[in-house]
């Protein structure tokens, strides 16, 4: 079993709308957990880092985490093109200091 | 957040030759890493480079090929050695000031193995 399954992508969602992407892993002792977006023939560049239950909030995106049924989520509101790009979560283990990605789910943003 | 800089930014090389990535810094940072992410693939951690000690590689990784240093803590070097088409990727190196910090990427080394 994979540690961290994200939901099956390509996944497309016009212009305003919201997307909502998905992560689940498998290592209960998870602590901290990240959503990296890389645009095509880019670098990992950080959205969001969450640790405890619940949502947070950053401009356009929430985070939601919920340690009890193991997912971590992404929602992208009012969905621009330029959101289009491969999204990948990440999370470290306890006292673990490298982080485990996900396989990422690529999101293209129709105008 | 650290800036990070990478140099090669990307290479064509031949089989059987070895190629040094460096990765810089702008700031001191406790933990670096390197990352290898392979055509439409996700993110894989080879090693954690540490500070004057021998670098921490993850399973299927070894010191023989991916050579490893880490002379101060804004600087490391990785090595591909002996290179096959196999070594085609993205190459990546991550920071973070703590343990349990952010981590930040460069822009990566582009490698081609003919």
């Known amino acids: 079993q994979k540690e961290v399954e994200q939901n099956s992508g390509p996944l497309s969602v016009p212009e305003g709308a919201i997307a909502s992407l998905n992560c689940t892993y498998s290592?209960?002792?998870?602590?901290?957990f990240f959503w990296y977006r890389q645009y095509s023939g880019k670098s990992p560049e950080l959205i969001m880092s969450?640790?405890?239950?619940g949502d947070k909030e950053d401009g356009r995106f929430t985070a939601q985490l919920n340690k009890a049924s193991q997912y971590v989520s992404l929602l992208i509101r009012d969905s621009q093109p330029s959101d289009s790009a491969t999204y990948l979560c990440?999370?470290?283990?306890?006292?673990?200091?490298?982080?485990?990605f996900g396989s990422g789910t690529q999101l293209t943003v129709l105008p | 957040s650290a800036v990070i800089s990478q140099k090669p930014s990307r290479d064509i090389c031949q089989r059987g030759t070895s190629l040094t990535i460096q990765c810089q810094v702008d700031s001191q940072v406790t933990m670096m890493f390197w990352y290898r992410q392979q055509p439409g693939q996700s993110l894989t951690l080879i090693a954690t480079?540490?500070?004057?000690?021998?670098?921490?590689?993850e399973s299927g990784f070894v010191i023989d090929k991916f050579p490893i240093s880490r002379p101060n803590l804004t600087f490391s070097t990785l090595t591909v050695s002996n290179m096959s088409p196999e070594d085609s990727s993205i190459y990546l190196c991550?920071?973070?000031?703590?343990?349990?910090?952010?981590?930040?990427f460069g822009p990566g080394t582009r490698l081609l193995v003919l």
């Open positions: 480079a540490n500070q004057g000690s021998e670098a921490t590689y």
């Open positions: 991550s920071a973070a000031t703590s343990a349990q910090e952010t981590q930040y």
């Open positions: 290592d209960r002792g998870s602590q901290s």
């Open positions: 969450i640790y405890s239950n």
């Open positions: 990440a999370f470290r283990s306890g006292s673990a200091r490298q982080l485990t």
